[in-house]
């Protein structure tokens, strides 16, 4: 199965790719420029989370950096943008503007819903009603991957659990995606 997980320190980025198939750079991390290139030198592929305090087209420079080593093989995850101080927007553009960058990019909307200052195991802290919604409109922008934070037993989480889809949930939102893919590709979107 392959692995993916964030690496947040130069001296982890080796040990990490020996293990790991896919590095990812965490949101905060991800316009430093000496630890992306460090990243970009493992020679895995880099799944690189968009900053929140990043417009889409910003990403250039991460994309820019990681090429600039000879990796070819990057991602680029959406998450959000800033509103105010604990929210964050879901701004549909990001998707192709990323695209046009050259990268497949990831959507996740659980990463979205969080309402942050509120503690993670507040049920005030998330609004997961919306994850459906939100993942059919990406789907439908064109996104090319999913990361959908899920669990069968919310209460019994080790974290996230007021942002998580619960599982029954997404069993029945995977067939409207894999349609609105179907959609999506007739549309010149996907």
Not at 35 to 60: C, D, I, S, T, Y
Request: with cysteine; hydrophobic share 45%.
């Amino acid at each position: 199965m392959p692995v993916i997980s964030d690496v947040h320190q130069i001296d982890q980025v080796a040990p990490a790719a020996e293990v790991l198939d896919i590095l990812q750079i965490p949101a905060y991390l991800c316009q430093q420029t000496s630890f992306v290139l460090e990243v970009g030198r493992a020679g895995k592929p880099v799944n690189v989370k968009k900053g929140q305090f990043l417009a889409p087209e910003n990403m250039k420079s991460a994309v820019g950096k990681l090429h600039a080593v000879g990796n070819k093989q990057v991602l680029l995850t959406e998450r959000g943008s800033c509103f105010g101080y604990n929210r964050l927007v879901s701004d549909l553009r990001c998707i192709p503007i990323m695209k046009d960058l050259g990268c497949p990019v990831v959507y996740d909307p659980t990463h979205i819903i969080r309402i942050y200052g509120v503690p993670s195991d507040d049920p005030r802290g998330g609004e997961p009603q919306f994850v459906p919604t939100l993942t059919r409109a990406a789907v439908a922008a064109g996104v090319n991957a999913l990361f959908i934070e899920t669990h069968t037993d919310l209460s019994r989480a080790k974290c996230d659990a007021v942002s998580m889809l619960r599982f029954d949930l997404l069993e029945a939102l995977l067939p409207q995606v894999m349609r609105l893919q179907s959609l999506a590709r007739e549309w010149g979107t996907a």
